[in-house]
T-cell receptor
Framework: RKEVEQDPGPFNVPEGATVAFNCTYS??????FFWYRQDCRKEPKLLMS???SGNEDGRFTAQLNRASQYISLLIRDSKLSDSATYLC????????????FGRGTSLIVHP | GAVVSQHPSWVICKSGTSVKIECRSL??????MFWYRQFPKQSLMLMAT?????????EQGVEKDKFLINHASLTLSTLTVTSAHPEDSSFYIC??????????FGDGTRLSIL
């Protein structure tokens, strides 16, 4: 079983739709969780950290379920500019622990 | 916010050339930096963990004599692709983190070996 698993997609949705991605992780000692966005031929950029209580940033909501060992990302009112690959990242703790990346979920938002 | 600078952003070289890529943390100190490689339409692959003042830790299958890593200061790590060949053409990205928190990525270096 891979350490961090994501459905590669692509998720093809119309503008204005709500879309959700899940990411499962295998190491129960994982402490830090993040969602990144990567555009084609660009570096990954931090979208949001994921906190135990769940957190929201505008149209984006991230949640953590430690019991089932997954994190989720919900995007409401999708925009064309949301089209990208969304990477799930899991770390044990601290800055020096190797971050483990999912392979990414591709989102395509069409008019 | 934390900024990681990577240079150069684009390199085109002849086969057999050695190429050095720099990764700098601009506003924080990073005892650890990571180097990744990404081929088109594939996921990021961790190549090595760069440790300040000590040897890098390489992932399985990554040749340490081919990809030389030097982390001489708390703000700079370099990756040298020695005697590069066309199959080394890829997108190389570094990342670093200050205090416990998310990784911040450099802009990446697109390496093309002719």
């Amino acid at each position: 079983r891979k350490e961090v698993e994501q459905d590669p997609g692509p998720f093809n949705v119309p503008e204005g739709a709500t879309v959700a991605f899940n990411c499962t992780y295998s190491n129960s000692a994982s402490q830090s969780f993040f969602w990144y966005r990567q555009d084609c031929r660009k570096e990954p950029k931090l979208l949001m950290s994921v906190y135990s209580s769940g957190n929201e940033d505008g149209r984006f909501t991230a949640q953590l379920n430690r019991a089932s060992q997954y994190i989720s990302l919900l995007i409401r009112d999708s925009k064309l500019s949301d089209s990208a690959t969304y990477l799930c990242v899991v770390q044990l703790s601290g800055g020096s622990y190797i971050p483990t990346f999912g392979r990414g979920t591709s989102l395509i938002v069409h008019p | 916010g934390a900024v990681v600078s990577q240079h150069p952003s684009w390199v085109i070289c002849k086969s057999g050339t050695s190429v050095k890529i720099e990764c700098r943390s601009l506003d924080f100190q990073a005892t650890t930096m990571f180097w990744y490689r990404q081929f088109p339409k594939q996921s990021l692959m961790l190549m090595a963990t760069s440790n300040e003042g000590s040897k890098a830790t390489y992932e399985q299958g990554v040749e340490k004599d081919k990809f030389l890593i030097n982390h001489a200061s708390l703000t700079l790590s370099t990756l040298t692709v020695t005697s590069a060949h066309p199959e080394d053409s890829s997108f190389y990205i570094c990342s670093a983190s200050g205090t416990p928190g998310p990784q911040h990525f450099g802009d990446g270096t697109r390496l093309s070996i002719l």
